[in-house]
């Protein structure tokens, strides 16, 4: 079965820490991995997926395909970082559909 | 400016009052998709699109229903609404098969007595 794990609901880092939200997935096949990310008062929007190996805001993510994640990283937080962030999975049968993770809210502490 | 548009925003409404959600997008993508948003669950897929009047279940579909009978609209309907269907409502839509990137609508937010 599909499936996306994002095992914290609540992050809280200092100003300049590094952050790791992590994302784990189940899937038989080669799906497409997402970072989605909804800052207060905004509608979700695309962060970055694993096909395009860049770096957004200073964020990247690593898919591991033997250890099945994909964890989005930054080694220096800024408060603007603080939102709402969803790894979702995107499958090549069954409609193509993308299935999304609980999500993690992460605050950044000035 | 290229966008999907939700309506209502906000809706207040009484158990086994129909409703419609509508949606519309102006960037003629061919895929469209319902989720709903609860606290602890994150996005789960109510019903997708892959184009006009091609419609399939996701998840989570019991107690709504939608149409495609134009590419631009996928409104979301609620024959029945009961409590248990108060949630936020996003729709989006992609450019197709070939395609990864999801855009979403602002949200509905509904709250069924």
């Known amino acids: 079965a599909q499936r996306v794990t994002q095992p914290e609901k609540l992050l809280s880092v200092f100003k300049g820490a590094p952050v790791e939200l992590k994302c784990n997935y189940s899937y038989s096949g080669s799906p497409e991995l997402f970072w989605y990310v909804q800052y207060s008062r905004q509608r979700l929007q695309l962060l970055l997926r694993h096909i395009s190996r860049e770096s957004i805001k200073g964020f990247t993510a690593d898919l591991n395909k033997g250890e099945t994640s994909f964890h989005l990283k930054k080694p220096f937080a800024q408060e603007e970082d603080s939102a709402m962030y969803y790894c979702?999975?995107?499958?090549?049968?069954?409609?193509?559909?993308?299935?999304f993770g609980a999500g993690t809210r992460l605050f950044v502490k000035a | 400016e290229a966008q999907v548009t939700q309506n209502p925003r906000y809706l207040i409404t009484v158990t086994g009052k129909k409703l419609t959600v509508t949606c519309s997008q102006n960037m003629n993508h061919e895929y469209m998709s319902w989720y709903r948003q609860d606290p602890g669950l994150g996005l789960r897929q109510i019903y997708y699109?892959?184009?006009?009047?091609?419609?399939d279940k996701g998840d989570v579909p019991e107690g709504y229903k939608v149409s495609r009978k134009e590419k631009r609209n996928f409104p979301l309907i609620l024959e029945s609404p009961s409590p248990n269907q108060t949630s936020l409502y996003f729709c989006?839509?992609?450019?197709?098969?070939?395609?990864?990137?999801?855009?979403f609508g602002e949200g509905s937010r509904l709250t069924v007595l």
């Open positions: 979702a999975l995107r499958g090549n049968t069954g409609g193509f559909k993308t299935i």
């Open positions: 989006a839509s992609s450019s197709g098969v070939g395609a990864g990137e999801l855009f």
């Open positions: 699109s892959m184009n006009v009047e091609v419609t």
